[in-house]
């Protein structure tokens, strides 16, 4: 699986954004997530979501803000993270993960084991 990861970008306080995962390369089901880092500190789990789509995890950061979805199409699947109401504390490098084991992705902790983008930077000013 190769993840390319867009539409980070910089917003007020208040704004939104959506950033999208192009995911290629996968011939299995497997599930994707969004985790997100600041410098110096571990990459925190955002949101994930199964193979179908129909079922989601949040972190409690997140929860009602954010909205994980994803397409699946033969050659190319898509994730996507709706953030709404975006806070300061939101700032952060955003990554994409899939978890070629398991149809819903499995850790709420950075695993080398699974496959990661190169990320996209969102940062929200106050």
């Known amino acids: 699986v190769q993840l390319v990861e867009s539409g980070g970008g910089s917003v007020q306080a208040g704004g939104s954004l959506r950033l999208s995962c192009e995911a290629s390369?996968?011939?299995?089901?497997?599930?994707l997530a969004w985790f997100r880092q600041i410098s110096g500190k571990e990459r925190e789990f955002v949101a994930a979501?199964?193979?179908?789509?129909?079922?989601?995890?949040?972190a409690d950061s997140v929860k009602g803000r954010f909205t994980i979805s994803r397409d699946n199409h033969n050659t190319k699947n898509i994730a996507y993270l709706q953030m709404n109401d975006l806070k300061p504390e939101d700032t952060a490098h955003y990554y994409c993960s899939a978890d070629p084991l398991h149809e819903l992705y499995s850790s709420r902790t950075f695993s080398p084991a699974n496959v990661w983008g190169q990320g996209t930077q969102v940062t929200v000013s106050s």
């Open positions: 979501i199964n193979w179908a789509g129909d079922t989601t995890v949040y």
């Open positions: 390369g996968a011939f299995n089901t497997y599930g």
